[in-house]
């Protein structure tokens, strides 16, 4: 299976400010999709970053808040833009690398004071 | 929308007990249907999987069947080891790709 690695692995950030988290998959492949894990919750999918074109945002999640970047087939960036501290979860991308079988990066742990 | 339900816990068991973790679908269509497991301090992995109604999966001893006339993928095991303690989640998958997820099962397993 493909490796799939997300940088930085935690941070603690304060309110207000943004965090770029990135995502490495050792393969090529056509989607890759973003989620967040809240405290204690499920995953929610957060939105669906296609190569050379624009994100798939899920209701409730929008592009000024969560802005996404999809360069190539390897890799993508979500930015988590003027954070709150509801804004603390775990953020998780992941791949599809077989018929409707995703698979998950480690997770991003994000805290904002 | 296409969702599942998932049996809340936390379900504490002690080892080599028989464990059951419902989960129920709803879906406009046949969505395929997964059971993630979450290890203390570690990402989440794929248990098992099952693509279509009647289709069983199994991995680690872990078994669900897709069952349609029940909409349900009910996890089980026969006997649960201390190193099972994890979350479990249940999953439904779209055409597209997407998962939706239930709430998540805190499994305790005492020596």
């Known amino acids: 299976s493909a490796v799939i690695s997300q940088k930085p692995s935690r941070d603690i950030c304060q309110r207000g400010t943004s965090l770029t988290i990135q995502c490495q998959v050792d393969?090529?492949?056509?989607?890759m999709f973003w989620y967040r894990q809240q405290p204690g919750q499920s995953l929610t999918l957060i939105a669906t970053a296609n190569q050379g074109s624009e994100a798939t945002y899920e209701s409730g999640f929008v592009i000024d808040k969560f802005p996404i970047s999809r360069p190539n087939l390897t890799f993508s960036t979500l930015t988590v833009s003027n954070m709150s501290p509801e804004d603390s979860s775990i953020y998780l991308c992941s791949v599809p690398l077989a018929e409707d079988t995703q698979y998950f990066g480690p997770g991003t742990r994000l805290t904002v004071l | 929308g296409d969702s599942v339900t998932q049996m809340e816990g936390p379900v504490t068991l002690s080892e080599e007990a028989f464990l059951t973790i419902n989960c129920t679908y709803t879906a406009t269509g046949y969505p395929s249907l997964f059971w993630y497991v979450q290890y203390p301090g570690e990402g989440l992995q794929l248990l098992l999987k099952a693509t279509k109604a009647d289709d069983k999966g199994s991995n680690k001893g872990f078994e669900a069947t897709y069952r349609k006339e029940t909409t349900s993928f009910h996890l089980e095991k026969g006997s649960v080891q201390v190193s099972d303690s994890a979350v479990y989640f249940c999953?439904?998958?779209?055409?597209?790709?997407?998962?939706?997820f239930g709430r998540g099962t805190q499994l305790t397993v005492w020596p």
């Open positions: 999953a439904g998958g779209s055409t597209l790709g997407r998962l939706y």
């Open positions: 393969s090529q492949v056509t989607m």
